[in-house]
């Protein structure tokens, strides 16, 4: 992948640079106009020094999330973000990823956070599609009894993700729910889910300014292991369940492994889950 600087300073007085890149079916920050080719779609902010409220030296900060800085899919829609304070290990591993996202470098398109009790996977770099073997791995360690995955993706065009939560519907005899917002893009995968057991399946209409865009990207699942442990876990980050996420845009994905924060996404996934039909806003029940 290569790229360049756009040197803007004559019109920034602060000389801002902004970095595209010559594609090369691979993701990068900008694609040529009237081409449909990657794009830079990670959503992420670090910052080197942030205020330690109990005193004490500054401290990393990384903000990971769905939203886009727009008005239509950032303060309109239905997102989600994760903060990870004081956590040297994943902002160094992602302070590499934008540097080279900037000029030049290397970094690994694959990392564990031990402090964080979390995984992060870069798109496109990182092979095959790492969330659909991170599941695969939890259903063969599970028992087949009081399983739960909570599944909220504006976009779903995966057919192999289709055949990942059958087997947590069939095999493991897991309650699934899915809750999308591009239906009309989506719809045939939809009515595959649909025709699961234990299976619900939701497409959000929005309104036509756009509020209550439906643009979160989380899985939540809880289940009990063969060893008898207990198991919370949730993936969020940039990446849509698509061909085009999955392999060519530029994309985070962090998989994190915390009852508290499981059950804070679940609770916001029924939030939106159980909300009333509207005038312009619905939930389309898919069958």
């Given at each position: 992948?290569?790229?360049?600087?756009?040197?803007?300073?004559?019109?920034?007085?602060?000389?801002?640079?902004?970095?595209?890149?010559?594609?090369?079916?691979?993701?990068?920050?900008?694609?040529?106009?009237?081409?449909?080719?990657?794009?830079?779609?990670?959503?992420?902010?670090?910052?080197?020094?942030t205020e330690n409220n109990n005193g004490g030296p500054p401290r990393p900060t990384t903000w990971i999330s769905s939203a886009n800085l727009t008005t239509a899919t950032g303060v309109k829609a239905f997102n989600d973000s994760l903060t990870?304070?004081?956590?040297?290990?994943?902002?160094?591993?992602?302070?590499?990823?934008?540097?080279?996202?900037?000029?030049?470098?290397?970094?690994?398109?694959?990392?564990?956070?031990?402090?964080?009790?979390?995984?992060?996977?870069?798109?496109?770099?990182?092979?095959?599609?790492?969330?659909?073997?991170?599941?695969?791995?939890?259903?063969?360690?599970?028992?087949?009894?009081?399983?739960?995955?909570?599944?909220?993706?504006?976009?779903?065009?995966?057919?192999?993700?289709?055949?990942?939560?059958?087997?947590?519907?069939?095999?493991?005899?897991?309650?699934?729910?899915?809750?999308?917002?591009?239906?009309?893009?989506?719809?045939?995968?939809?009515?595959?889910?649909?025709?699961?057991?234990?299976?619900?399946?939701?497409?959000?209409?929005?309104?036509?300014?756009?509020?209550?865009?439906?643009?979160?990207?989380?899985?939540?699942?809880?289940?009990?292991?063969?060893?008898?442990?207990?198991?919370?876990?949730?993936?969020?980050?940039?990446?849509?369940?698509?061909?085009?996420?999955?392999?060519?845009?530029?994309?985070?994905?962090?998989?994190?492994?915390?009852?508290?924060?499981?059950?804070?996404?679940?609770?916001?996934?029924?939030?939106?889950?159980?909300?009333?039909?509207?005038?312009?806003?619905?939930?389309?029940?898919?069958?």
């Amino acid at each position: 992948m290569s790229r360049r600087l756009l040197d803007l300073s004559a019109q920034h007085p602060r000389k801002l640079k902004l970095t595209f890149c010559h594609n090369q079916g691979k993701g990068c920050l900008y694609y040529p106009q009237g081409t449909t080719n990657s794009i830079q779609h990670a959503k992420y902010f670090l910052f080197s020094d942030t205020e330690n409220n109990n005193g004490g030296p500054p401290r990393p900060t990384t903000w990971i999330s769905s939203a886009n800085l727009t008005t239509a899919t950032g303060v309109k829609a239905f997102n989600d973000s994760l903060t990870f304070y004081n956590n040297n290990d994943i902002y160094s591993q992602l302070k590499l990823y934008h540097d080279a996202q900037n000029t030049s470098g290397s970094y690994d398109s694959s990392f564990t956070v031990p402090t964080a009790n979390s995984h992060v996977y870069l798109f496109p770099e990182v092979p095959g599609n790492p969330l659909k073997g991170s599941l695969e791995k939890h259903l063969r360690q599970m028992e087949k009894k009081n399983c739960e995955i909570l599944v909220a993706h504006m976009s779903f065009d995966l057919e192999e993700m289709v055949e990942v939560l059958r087997k947590f519907a069939t095999e493991m005899k897991c309650s699934v729910k899915v809750a999308t917002g591009n239906g009309e893009v989506n719809r045939v995968h939809l009515r595959m889910l649909a025709k699961m057991p234990r299976t619900e399946v939701k497409d959000w209409t929005n309104d036509p300014d756009g509020h209550g865009a439906f643009h979160a990207k989380t899985i939540t699942l809880r289940y009990t292991g063969n060893d008898g442990t207990h198991h919370r876990i949730v993936y969020t980050g940039s990446h849509n369940l698509t061909h085009h996420s999955t392999e060519r845009s530029d994309e985070i994905l962090v998989e994190i492994e915390n009852k508290f924060l499981h059950d804070a996404y679940v609770r916001h996934f029924k939030d939106y889950w159980n909300l009333p039909n509207r005038k312009h806003t619905n939930w389309d029940v898919i069958k």
